[in-house]
């Protein structure tokens, strides 16, 4: 007899990045990194499950960014060069490292590894992920859910509330039209919350959500349960809230899973390690150097002296660590059911990023997770949050507070003295773009492409990755520019069509390197967007 439940949420985004006006780009390798990491990777456990008959649920979140990315001709083209690039550095290593007993056996490994996912994205996805995570759904095994449309910070848009309907709205069509039905959950970015935001969910039809640990444990009334029950806002939509225990255990890098020694260092890089003569041809054309994901030390300590990575001996602590992650679940949940009485469920979200790029061990952490919690028929079950709400448990009536899952677990990362100054450009952009759509409530031809694709600027701007890289400094002229960008573009595209005098060509340009959401209604700005996201 079951006494809880285990919620497993696997976020994963990435930012819109597409440079068609350049043979290569730099950050476009954001990317293929992550696909080579963690998504084929991430596929491939959960087919291996499935052939198993290993009976498991996974949450899986994918923003509609990552899903048009996944979905863009160019990108998948230029991913397969970037695989193959691969390839063939790794058989070249295999001939450099011949007779090293250490790292021979990595350079194969990699070797292996990379014709594997060259293979998976190829003949088993058909280079089209987005049909291989819908297959899987299908499954019953997987609940895919979404996240607002390019990833925007809702709390700093508040203040605008057709910004963030537009980003609800252009999220929920996009999933309709990859996964064939409309989302049950949405994954609120960076978990943030504001008060309000669930009446809006639940207008957009959304079930439930995700939130940081405080904002349901300070909300109104304080619940009796904490995190343990879902709460029902005022709107109706439940809040699931995440666990900070299992946060910790696999999250940190100091107290967690993936700060064990004998994993693989992320920083130690072929890429950087070797001469650049010898890398050059399998980096960035400008003599850049990169990531290429081979790596051949272990974590060993806070040295710089790093020992070589033995794959055996990560894959046999990766057991022990998915060993000590389902006992403590556990644990946990016994002692919550004993001595409370009632079945509680405990929430675990991660980006998905994480597992594979991050932390190498996570996909087989996570596979041997789901192995044991079923062989062993442990007190608990994973579960969907659609399956959980079907069963009609007791959920605690609240009134969430505002939150986030960021540094200080409020607005701070997103808003702070480096980046504050992006915001009159994004609110002044709402609102222009507000005006546009109650201006012009019926379109055609030149004119509604410029105001779909003004919508298109408006949403590309508000990435919430633009604030966090500019805050954390990595890559941050990058995010300025782009941002920049994105606002000069609506601006100029604002003013053209006040004007009546909107150019063609250099319309279709812009079309050509921001070409998401291509069935985009600029409507959803439109003050009437209430009755329109219930058609």
Request: aromatic share 12%; proline share 5%; hydrophobic share 35%.
């Amino acid at each position: 007899m079951h006494k809880g439940y285990l919620i497993l949420v696997l976020h994963a985004h990435l930012p819109y990045i597409r440079h068609p006006e350049h043979e290569y780009f730099l950050e476009e390798n954001w990317l293929y990194e992550a696909i080579t990491e963690s998504y084929i990777p991430l596929i491939d456990v959960f087919g291996r499950l499935l052939n198993d008959n290993i009976d498991f649920r996974i949450t899986l979140s994918l923003s509609p960014t990552l899903v048009e990315m996944f979905s863009d001709s160019l990108l998948r083209g230029r991913y397969l060069r970037y695989i193959n690039n691969l390839i063939e550095l790794s058989e070249k290593e295999i001939l450099r490292t011949r007779g090293d007993i250490s790292l021979e056996p990595l350079s194969r490994m990699y070797n292996g590894r990379f014709k594997r996912i060259r293979f998976l994205y190829e003949e088993s996805c058909k280079k089209d992920l987005t049909a291989a995570f819908k297959k899987l759904e299908e499954t019953g095994k997987i609940e895919i859910i979404t996240t607002a449309a390019t990833h925007a910070y809702l709390p700093v848009l508040s203040i605008y509330p057709q910004a963030v309907r537009a980003q609800i709205r252009v999220a929920k069509e996009n999933h309709i039209k990859n996964f064939g039905k409309a989302p049950a959950g949405i994954w609120l970015p960076e978990c943030g919350y504001y008060d309000g935001a669930d009446r809006l969910l639940a207008e957009a039809g959304v079930k439930f959500f995700f939130m940081d640990t405080h904002g349901i444990l300070n909300g109104m009334p304080t619940p009796r349960y904490g995190v343990y029950k879902p709460v029902s806002c005022p709107s109706g939509v439940i809040a699931f809230g995440r666990d900070i225990e299992s946060s910790k255990q696999v999250w940190s890098s100091i107290e967690g899973y993936p700060g064990d020694f004998a994993y693989r260092d992320f920083y130690r890089d072929a890429g950087f390690d070797l001469p650049m003569d010898y890398v050059k041809p399998h980096i960035h054309p400008d003599g850049i150097r990169t990531y290429t994901g081979i790596k051949y030390y272990r974590i060993t300590g806070k040295t710089e002296e790093k020992m070589p990575y033995v794959r055996g001996h990560a894959l046999a602590n990766a057991e022990e660590h998915a060993e000590n992650f389902m006992l403590s679940k556990k644990r946990q949940i016994d002692f919550l059911n004993s001595s409370c009485g009632f079945k509680p469920i405990i929430t675990a979200p991660y980006d998905a990023e994480l597992f594979g790029h991050w932390w190498f061990e996570g996909p087989d952490w996570l596979d041997l997770l789901m192995r044991k919690i079923a062989r062993t028929q442990a007190v608990f079950r994973t579960i969907t949050p659609s399956e959980y709400l079907n069963e009609r448990n007791e959920l605690q009536g609240v009134e969430p507070s505002m939150s986030s899952w960021g540094y200080k677990g409020y607005n701070e990362v997103w808003l702070n003295s480096t980046n504050s100054w992006i915001y009159r450009h994004l609110h002044m952009a709402s609102e222009k773009m507000t005006e546009l759509a109650n201006m012009f409530p019926e379109s055609g031809g030149l004119l509604k492409r410029a105001l779909n694709q003004a919508a298109r600027e408006v949403l590309l701007s508000q990435h919430s990755d633009w604030a966090f890289i500019i805050k954390t400094g990595a890559a941050a002229e990058y995010a300025s520019s782009r941002f920049a960008e994105h606002i000069e573009r609506f601006n100029k595209l604002y003013a053209a069509i006040k004007k009546g005098d909107i150019d063609e060509e250099r319309l279709f340009e812009i079309e050509n390197k921001d070409n998401l959401f291509p069935d985009i209604d600029y409507r959803v700005y439109s003050d009437s967007e209430r009755s329109l996201s219930k058609e």
